[in-house]
């Protein structure tokens, strides 16, 4: 009993020693995300080409489809600018954007000079649909279901690895 | 003398306890009708943390998207929600991870109970040893 | 040329560090007798080498030296000297560096202030410090190493010292944070040698009393300055934010506290040999975990250091070969027959292991507090939780609780036999009225009482009569008074006043965001603000727009400056909070947001007795300090 008692510190320190390396090794940044299997938030803003065209929940649901959060001011947007286009190219996926907290001459003016791989994009100069989708920053990228249904989330820049892992298994449903 | 002080203690809590009348200025920037919305307003901005800075709450940091928050929990409050719906509101969007107050439930259970059972059983503990030893 | 020098010399102090964690042991324990070297010699041997090399890693700040790559990080030309001589501790690898030099200057301090006729203890010691000297060396050597050039083409410039680390208080609080931690090597190794020699409790714990005491006195220091600075530099008026460094700091802080009360009464009475035994270790353990959570960067956190996880591992390393090392020979150490001496229940003996308990859990607590959000995504598959301010508040109340009444009778008790408690109605109606003049003097000041804040104000004045009328219940002169009383006077009602200034703060504090400009003025409280002028400023490496805003409380008015700066080499934006002080209230300004043309939002707030947190931690450290060197006069 008193050897046990003895021993007790060492077991204890010993396995947290154990579980502070368990954490080290598989240390992920991904963030939760709180809307998985939700449905996308209503929301209602103007689009960044038209400030007249008022779009709804109802202009992006009607087929499954990516929304991609981006702005000018996120470098990170640019790294992965080439990949929305050549995916807009290959796949026959729709992809959104959600312009976020951004200017709208200069957005307009990266659309023309990059290229634009985005059917529309949402100007939500304000971040309220971005609070609605508990956006952290840009890049962010979201996969919706012909549901509806926001399935999957990616927080940073999306690449080929990142679209094989998470979410090119969606377009087979 | 402890009498008197036993006295003025009393005549102290039994004073109306002063609540000043709100004035609302414009220059303030999150004008509220009533001190309860204000004083729920500054505690949330405490609690909530900003999702961006990894580790600073919404009233410690002026980035965009805690200022886009701030502004979120004020429309809230400004609609009379309560704290709890204000949280709720929060949490459904961005996760537990948005308040610094972990909800109770099993999974947090060994955090919110843990200490306070260690405690009882060490205190526990040492009386019965010292009683085995005498 | 003199980073290489820097860096030979720390190579050299590596190989000797090794000889001394070594050759000592093969003396005693191999029987190599012709292995003794002179310990004495060998550590201010040590301790001059590291000192050389920190010395030329200074240098090379202080000459703009940026094919270091370490400086190129952390400094630039157009910086004021004063802060590249901080810088040389403003990160992860030079801080190493400090922190070994500490360890060594401790080292140094426990071979020619510790005597003892037992030569072979104090080599033993000597030896198991130096390992883990070793251990640090090899450490920053091989992962941190500070003098590491970029060749063949070095940047012209450096990329600037993090700015807002570019203040007083920051050059202050890391050197003396990191002595608070390495002093606490000397504790566990006195603590690993005691198990190893069977050491008399009574003898072993008198050695380490006065390093533990002035280790604890260096981390209150540390910790208060630390608190001071982010609450004028992070600039939203908080001045603890329960942050995992934080915490890091907090939960060796305790133990420290924990270990020289239980020490105290193993010297006094030889019991709680092996608890503190055992405290020494986790102490120890704890100021290093605290580090590697820091700067493994499996925490995210606000004072996050350069990550990398070799160095997490590195570090995690060290923690589990000394700490499960030592673990390991004590559970297999048979220390045969233990002194008993029997306590009553309501013995003083009883009262430092009812203080142990609630120490010891609390950093229990707040290290699984810490570490919670990590456990909690394992187990829920990637959920997320934060566990902050609120939680930390909840449990740390009914604990500071009981450990404040348990401090205000504490020096009542007598030693082994059941304490008379005839004391007990004095003290009650005395802290009574102190409590009652307390809120007597806030009603005044604030013109509101808080429900709120009463019970933490009680346990202020408990725990400032239980200290005070003790002094004057042993009849002591005033000259004795210095001499025996004065060191756990200044540290108990130091705590009071802490927890007075806690109180107050938590309750009483005022905030407001406020959108003006130029001329306009706003009602605050009982104070009228007014947006005097806002202009720009050029500083020695920012630029800055400074705003002037008044408070005026119709018999005062004070003009309170705030700043938005502008770091030219990196363009980082710190906001300079302006805080008018007073022992009573702080008024404190921190400039927003420039919303239009030259209207300005500006967060204003009213903290009263903040000053007292500090007050408190400066009286606590003073306190532990003056029993600390109390313990080498004694001898």
């Known amino acids: 009993m008193k050897k046990i008692i003895d021993a007790l510190p060492l077991v204890v320190f010993a396995s947290l020693i154990i579980v502070l390396f368990s954490f080290l090794s598989d240390k992920d940044d991904q963030l939760e995300t709180a809307l998985i299997d939700s449905s996308f938030p209503d929301f209602n803003l103007g689009s960044l080409s038209d400030e007249s065209r008022v779009l709804t929940k109802q202009d992006i649901i009607k087929l499954p489809a990516l929304i991609n959060v981006w702005a000018t001011w996120c470098i990170a947007c640019r790294v992965e600018h080439p990949f929305l286009m050549k995916l807009k190219e290959e796949s026959r996926l729709t992809i959104y954007g959600l312009n976020y907290k951004d200017n709208k001459l200069k957005a307009l003016d990266l659309l023309e000079r990059d290229g634009n791989p985005f059917e529309f994009s949402i100007y939500d100069f304000e971040g309220r649909l971005a609070i609605d989708l508990g956006v952290y920053g840009a890049p962010e990228t979201f996969f919706i279901d012909k549901n509806g249904l926001i399935r999957e989330r990616h927080v940073g820049v999306i690449d080929e690895k990142v679209w094989e892992e998470k979410f090119s298994k969606y377009l087979n449903e | 003398m402890n009498k008197l002080i036993f006295f003025l203690l009393f005549i102290i809590c039994s004073m109306q306890i002063s609540v000043e009348e709100k004035v609302n200025f414009d220059n303030e920037a999150y004008p509220f009708a009533s001190d309860v919305q204000e004083s729920l307003f500054y505690s949330l901005l405490n609690e909530l943390r900003c999702p961006k800075c990894q580790s600073s709450n919404l009233a410690g940091s002026n980035s965009p998207i805690s200022n886009d928050l701030k502004r979120e929990v004020y429309e809230l409050v400004v609609e009379g929600k309560s704290s709890k719906q204000i949280k709720d509101h929060l949490v459904d969007r961005y996760g537990n991870f948005i308040i610094y107050n972990p909800p109770i439930e099993p999974a947090t259970y060994a955090l919110w109970f843990g200490p306070f059972i260690l405690i009882l059983l060490s205190v526990l503990v040492i009386i019965f040893v010292r009683k085995r030893i005498t | ?635």
């Not at chain 3, 020490?263 to 605290?290: D, E, M």
């Not at chain 3, 009262?351 to 570490?371: E, K």
């Not at chain 3, 009602?523 to 005026?552: H, M, R």
Request: a neutral charge; aromatic letters at 16%.
């Open chain 3, 1 to 635: 040329m003199i980073p290489e020098f820097g860096h030979l010399i720390l190579i050299v102090h590596l190989i000797l560090s090794l000889l001394g964690g070594t050759l000592p042991l093969l003396a005693v324990y191999g029987n190599y007798r012709s292995l003794e070297i002179s310990i004495k010699k060998l550590s201010f041997m040590l301790f001059i080498l590291i000192t050389i090399s920190f010395l030329s890693l200074i240098y090379s700040f202080l000459v703009d030296d940026f094919s270091v790559a370490y400086v190129a990080q952390n400094s630039n030309i157009n910086l004021p000297v004063y802060y590249k001589l901080a810088a040389t501790w403003g990160a992860h690898e030079g801080s190493l560096v400090l922190w070994i030099l500490a360890m060594n200057a401790w080292l140094i301090g426990f071979i020619f202030f510790t005597h003892s006729k037992d030569k072979d203890f104090l080599s033993t010691v000597f030896s198991i410090s130096c390992q883990v000297i070793f251990a640090f060396s090899l450490f920053t050597l091989f992962t941190s190493n500070p003098f590491e050039r970029i060749l063949p083409i070095p940047p012209l410039n450096g990329a600037d010292l993090n700015p807002s680390l570019q203040d007083f208080a920051f050059t202050v609080h890391p050197p003396l944070l990191y002595f608070g931690y390495s002093g606490l090597l000397i504790p566990f190794a006195i603590a690993v040698a005691a198990i190893l020699f069977k050491k008399d409790t009574r003898e072993w714990a008198s050695y380490s009393r006065p390093w533990t005491l002035l280790s604890c006195s260096f981390l209150t220091l540390g910790i208060a300055l630390g608190s001071w600075w982010a609450y004028y530099e992070l600039g939203w008026g908080g001045w603890w934010f329960w942050d995992p460094v934080e915490n890091a700091a907090f939960v060796p802080w305790l133990l420290s506290v924990a270990l020289f009360h239980s020490l105290i009464t193993s010297q006094n009475r030889g019991v709680f040999g092996k608890w503190s035994i055992l405290l020494s270790i986790f102490a120890f353990a704890t100021s290093l975990l605290g580090t590697f959570l820091v700067r493994s960067g499996i925490l995210t956190s606000v004072h996050a250091f350069a990550l990398d996880p070799e160095r997490g591992i590195f570090l995690l390393a060290i923690l589990a070969f000394f700490v499960i090392g030592s673990l390991f020979i004590y559970s297999i150490t048979d220390f045969g027959h233990v002194e008993e001496n029997k306590y009553e229940l309501t013995s003083k003996e009883f009262g430092f292991l009812l203080n142990n308990l609630l120490l010891v859990v609390l950093a229990i607590s707040i290290l699984f507090g810490t570490i919670f959000p990590l456990i909690y995504e394992a187990f829920t598959g990637g959920k997320q939780i934060s566990v902050g301010a609120p939680y930390f508040e909840i449990i740390l109340f009914p604990f500071a609780l009981a450990l404040g009444l348990l401090q205000g009778v504490a020096l009542y008790l007598s030693w082994g036999q059941s304490s008379s408690f005839s004391f007990l109605p004095r003290l009650l109606i005395e802290s009574l009225s102190i409590f009652s003049l307390i809120i007597l003097i806030l009603f005044v000041l604030f013109d509101n009482l808080y429900l709120s804040s009463f019970a933490t104000i009680f346990l202020a004045s408990w725990i400032l009569v239980g200290t005070l009328q003790m002094t004057k219940k042993r009849n002591l002169s005033y000259w004795n008074f210095l001499r025996k009383r004065l060191a756990v006077t200044f540290a108990h009602a130091g705590m009071a006043i802490l927890i007075i200034g806690v109180g107050v703060v938590s309750s009483y504090s005022l905030e407001k965001e406020i959108i003006l400009s130029p001329g306009d003025s706003t009602e605050f409280s009982d104070q009228t603000i007014n947006f005097q002028s806002i202009d720009d400023l050029l500083g020695p490496n920012y630029t800055s727009k400074s705003a002037v805003v008044s408070f005026d409380d119709g018999s005062k008015l004070s003009n309170i400056v705030t700043e938005k700066r502008t770091y030219l080499p990196s363009g980082q934006i710190t906001t300079e909070a302006g805080i008018q002080a007073d022992l009573f209230k702080d008024l404190y300004v921190s400039i927003g947001d420039n919303l239009q043309s030259n209207i300005w939002s500006f967060k204003i707030q009213i903290k009263p007795f903040i000053r007292w947190i500090w007050l408190g931690a400066l009286l606590i450290a003073i306190g532990s300090f003056l029993a600390g060197v109390k313990q080498f006069q004694r001898r």
